[in-house]
C-alpha cells in the first residue's frame, strides 16, 4: 500500500451511478408537461450515462415535443450528446433549436455541428502552447471555455496541455460557480492523458458532490436555495458528474468519441 | 544573465539590503511566534540550504555574518522555558551554524537538554510539523534515523491532505511542499524510500498539478515552493520550473524582491516580500546547478 492514499471515494462507481439513476427516474416521473425541453435534455442525458437507453429515448421524445422555437434547450452540447448516445436523429425543431444556440465557443459550435452532422463542420484544432498559456495566465474566461470545448471535443495533437487542464479545472472548482467549466476542464485532461492518477483524484472529487438522495451538487450556505432547485441545479450538476466520472472510469472523452463517430460517418 | 540569474541575483541583493529587518531590535517586545522570530528561522532555513547546495560562496558573506552575529544577542533559553515549540527554533539554529562552520555547542546543549526533559512528546504538533522536527533532529545528530517511524509520520501527515485538490487551502499547499521537503530531505534522498513507488508517482502528479494552481493564482511564493519540490523529485516537470522562472523575472521588482500575494491586505510591505525572496534566492542556486542535491 502507498504512503500517499489516495482520497477515499465513499462509495463505489456502480454505486453512484445507481443511486443517481433512481434519482433521475423520480424526478422524470415528476417532469411537468410544459416543463422546458432542456430538463427531459438533461434527464436524457443523464440515463443514456447509466446505459439506460430506453429512459433516454422517452426523455428525448418529450423534449422534442416541447421544442417549440421560443423554448431553451439548455447546454446544447450536452443535449447533442445525449441524441449520439442514445443513436437517435433529431427532429428538424429539434436541430434547429440546438443549433441556434450552440454559439458560446467555435469548438463547441463545431462539436456540436458534428454530433447533429451539419456539413461543414470541422474539428478545432488547438495549438498545445497557446492553449497551455491561457490556461495557466489567468486569461478571460471566454477563452479558457474555449479550450476546454476544444480539448474535450477534438482534443490536441500531444499531451502537454494535460497538466495545465487539469491544475485549471481543480483551480476552477474551488468556487462553486464553475462547475460545468471545471469539470469540462477535467474530462478534457483525461482525454489528452490516459492518466490513472489523475482519473482517480477526479474520481474522488466527483464522488464526494454525490447526496445521500443519489443527486450531486452542494450549495453554499448563504447561497438562495428558493423553492424547487433540482431541475435548475442538481439536475445538470448530477449529470454533468457522471459525464465526468464516466470519462474518468473510461480513460477518454465520450464526446470525443462520439464526435469522432459522427465525422466518421459524414 | 539568464532570468533565472537574475532573479537569484536580485533576491540576494534584496535580502542583504534588508538584513536588519529579519532581526529583532534591542527593546523589542518578543512573543516566541513573532512574525520576525519567524522571519528570522526563515533566514537561516534557507541560507543553510544555500550553503548546503552552493558552498560558501552561494550566499552573500554580508547576510551569513548578520545572521551570525546577531545570535548571542538573544536569549534563546528564556525563549525555550517560554514555548516548548521553540526547540524548532534552536534545532534550525543548530543548523544553520553547522553549515556556516559557527560555534553551535551552546544551542546542541539546549537541544539536547529539552530532548532530555521529553519535551518532543509534550508537544502535539500536527503530523507534518512532527516530520520537520524529526528531520531536523536527524540532521543535527541527535536522533538516528529510522526508516519505519519516518514513514508511519508522514503517512499520517499525507491523512491531512487526503481531501481532493479543490478542497486545498493555501495553508495546505504549504504542507504539501513542506512535506515533499521532509520526505526528500531536501534533495539528500529519494522520495520511494519513504513513500515507495506508488507514493513518489502521487507526489509527482500533485506538485505538477498544485505549482500550476499556484501559478494560475499568480502566486509567486507558493510557486518557488513547488519549483523547490519539482527538484528534489528529480526534475520531472521542467516546464513547471520553466513557467514559474519565467513569470518570477517578468514580475521582479527593481529592488530584486520577488513580492508573494497579500489576499487580506494586512500583510506589511516586508512580510510579502522576504518569504518569496528567500524561495527564489534559493531556488536560483538549486535550479542554476542543473541537478537536485541527491546527484551531487
Redesign the interface.
Known amino acids: 500500500m502507498s504512503v500517499i492514499e489516495l482520497v477515499a471515494p465513499t462509495g463505489s462507481l456502480d454505486d453512484a451511478f445507481a443511486r443517481a439513476a433512481a434519482w433521475l427516474r423520480a424526478l422524470g416521473d415528476e417532469l411537468d408537461g410544459a416543463a422546458a425541453p432542456s430538463a427531459a435534455l438533461w434527464l436524457a442525458l443523464g440515463a443514456a450515462l447509466c446505459d439506460d437507453r430506453m429512459t433516454a429515448n422517452a426523455m428525448l421524445a418529450r423534449a422534442e415535443a416541447g421544442a417549440g422555437a421560443d423554448r431553451s434547450p439548455g447546454d446544447v452540447l450536452a443535449a447533442a450528446l445525449a441524441f449520439a448516445l442514445a443513436d437517435r436523429r433529431p427532429s428538424a425543431a429539434m436541430r434547429a433549436l440546438l443549433l441556434r444556440g450552440a454559439g458560446a465557443t467555435p469548438a463547441r459550435r463545431s462539436a456540436v455541428g458534428m454530433l447533429l452532422g451539419v456539413g461543414g463542420a470541422a474539428p478545432v484544432r488547438l495549438r498545445s502552447a497557446e492553449a497551455a498559456a491561457v490556461l495557466l495566465g489567468g486569461g478571460p474566461a471566454a477563452s479558457v471555455a474555449d479550450v476546454a470545448d476544444a480539448l474535450e471535443a477534438f482534443g490536441a495533437d500531444d499531451d502537454a496541455l494535460a497538466s495545465a487542464a487539469f491544475a485549471r479545472g481543480f483551480a476552477e472548482l474551488r468556487g462553486h460557480r464553475a462547475f460545468t467549466l471545471g469539470t469540462s476542464l477535467l474530462r478534457g485532461a483525461l482525454a489528452l492523458r490516459g492518466d490513472a492518477i489523475g482519473a482517480g483524484y477526479v474520481t474522488a472529487y466527483v464522488l464526494g458532490q454525490q447526496r445521500l438522495d443519489g443527486a450531486f451538487g452542494h450549495l453554499p450556505p448563504r447561497a438562495p436555495q428558493v423553492g424547487d432547485i433540482r431541475l435548475a441545479f442538481h439536475l445538470p450538476r448530477t449529470v454533468r458528474s457522471l459525464w465526468t466520472l464516466r470519462d474518468a472510469s473510461a480513460g477518454f472523452a465520450i464526446v470525443a468519441r462520439e464526435v469522432a463517430r459522427a465525422g466518421r460517418a459524414v | 544573465m539568464s532570468p533565472l540569474a537574475t532573479v537569484g541575483a536580485g533576491c540576494w541583493r534584496w535580502i542583504a539590503a534588508n538584513v536588519d529587518d529579519f532581526l529583532v531590535r534591542p527593546g523589542d517586545d518578543v512573543p516566541t511566534r513573532s512574525a520576525r522570530i519567524v522571519a528570522f528561522a526563515e533566514l537561516l532555513i534557507f541560507t543553510t540550504a544555500s550553503l548546503r547546495v552552493g558552498g560558501g560562496s552561494a550566499v552573500p558573506p554580508a547576510i551569513v555574518r548578520a545572521a551570525r552575529d546577531w545570535l548571542p544577542a538573544f536569549d534563546w533559553e528564556s525563549q525555550l522555558i517560554r514555548d516548548p515549540g521553540f526547540l524548532v527554533a534552536i534545532a534550525t539554529v543548530v543548523e544553520f551554524l553547522d553549515a556556516c562552520g559557527g560555534d553551535a555547542a551552546p544551542y546542541r546543549a539546549l537541544v539536547r537538554a529539552a530532548l532530555a526533559r521529553g519535551i518532543v512528546e509534550r508537544l502535539q504538533l500536527r503530523p507534518y510539523r512532527e516530520a520537520e522536527l524529526d528531520r531536523l533532529l536527524v540532521r543535527s545528530g541527535f536522533r538516528r534515523y529510522d526508516a519505519a517511524a519516518f514513514?508511519a509520520c508522514?503517512?499520517r501527515a499525507?491523512?491531512a491532505l487526503?481531501?481532493?485538490?479543490?478542497g486545498y487551502a493555501v495553508a495546505d499547499l504549504f504542507a504539501l511542499s513542506h512535506l515533499v521537503c521532509y520526505v526528500c530531505d531536501d534533495g539528500e534522498r529519494a522520495a520511494h524510500d519513504?513513500?515507495?513507488t506508488?507514493?513518489e508517482?502521487?507526489?509527482r502528479?500533485l506538485v505538477?498539478?498544485?505549482?500550476?494552481?499556484a501559478?494560475?493564482?499568480?502566486d509567486l511564493d507558493l510557486a518557488a515552493e513547488f519549483v523547490l519540490c519539482e527538484r528534489y523529485l528529480g526534475g520531472f516537470?521542467p516546464?513547471?520550473t520553466r513557467?514559474a522562472i519565467r513569470r518570477a523575472a517578468a514580475e521582479q521588482e527593481p529592488t530584486g524582491a520577488v513580492v508573494a500575494p497579500d489576499p487580506g491586505g494586512m500583510r506589511s510591505p516586508f512580510v510579502r516580500r522576504y518569504h518569496s525572496s528567500l524561495l527564489w534566492a534559493y531556488a536560483s542556486l538549486l535550479v542554476r546547478q542543473g541537478r537536485t542535491p541527491m546527484a551531487a
Open positions: 514513514a508522514v503517512r499525507f491523512r487526503d481531501v481532493p485538490l479543490p519513504v513513500v515507495g506508488e507514493g508517482a502521487r507526489l502528479w505538477s498539478c498544485a505549482g500550476r494552481i501559478l494560475i493564482d499568480g516537470d516546464a513547471l513557467e
